[in-house]
């Protein structure tokens, strides 16, 4: 994926690692980048010369639809949009959050790309980046419902990487580690810049690769599932909901 000239479009285009994102894009010469968001995001943004502030909720799929026939050109879609909830699946007051995680980390993804992949189709394939996090590979009870829901967009990133390979759109995995945007704010320990999210995307989309672990507990964490995924569930599990699962 050439990103230069590229014409993109970005949801969570205002958030913590949006803003970076947007414009790391238009430092390598993407053409034009749809920075979608929720109003009040967009309206406190600064994006680049160039950019196209789009306001959308990724859970309303009529609108999504509507943004995909009004972006005709887009060659690389990246799907951001995400929130965290600060909570158990079995301790949490209801599942009502839950349900908002979901609609927004997993529903509003599949909303975007399956507007978008004919939009990809008619202009040569291009790519579809998905931004999932390091606890996709394995549950942190402290984030439960969070943690299922990146875990559920890596498994439906699989099957659309199956479902479009015959159209030549070409389908990334992020996995960053803990990043310092306003939505961990509260969550302690070592935290990496947004920026280096956002470089370390372009980097994968040109490079062609398919998955890409962008930091080093990230790291961690695939080499720890991949050698002895019992003992990743274990180390994990310990971090349970409460101030005490979070480290200073």
């Known amino acids: ?85 600060w909570e158990g699946v079995m301790s949490a007051p209801t599942l009502a959050t839950a349900r908002t995680v979901f609609e927004i980390n997993y529903w509003g993804c599949l909303h975007v790309a399956r507007a978008f992949a004919p939009v990809l189709a008619r202009n040569g394939g291009g790519a579809i980046a998905n931004v999932l996090s390091e606890v996709a590979r394995v549950n942190a009870p402290f984030c439960g419902s969070y943690s299922a829901s990146k875990a559920a967009v890596w498994s ?48 994968a989309l040109e490079e062609g690769v398919e998955d890409v672990c962008i930091g080093a507990h990230s790291l961690y964490t695939e080499a720890l599932m991949r050698n002895d995924p019992k003992a990743g569930e274990h180390e994990f599990g310990a971090m349970l909901p409460g101030a005490d699962a979070i480290p200073d």
């Open 156 to 203: 439906a990133t699989q099957c659309m990487r199956a479902e479009l390979a015959a159209q030549g759109t070409h389908v990334l995995a992020v996995f960053p580690s803990s990043t310092d945007t306003p939505m961990v704010a509260g969550f302690g320990g070592e935290k990496q810049p947004p920026e280096a999210v956002a470089e370390g995307i372009c980097d």
């Open 1 to 85: 994926m050439k990103i230069n000239g590229c014409e993109a479009f970005v949801t969570g285009g205002a958030g913590g690692i949006g803003t970076p994102l947007v414009a790391a894009l238009a430092a390598r010469g993407a053409r034009r980048i749809y920075a979608a968001d929720l109003p009040s995001p967009l309206t406190n943004a600064a994006f680049p010369e160039g950019v196209e502030p789009l306001a959308l909720d990724v859970t309303d799929e009529a609108a999504v639809q509507r943004a995909a026939e009004q972006c005709t050109g887009v060659t690389l879609v990246i799907n951001n949009a995400a929130i965290v909830a």
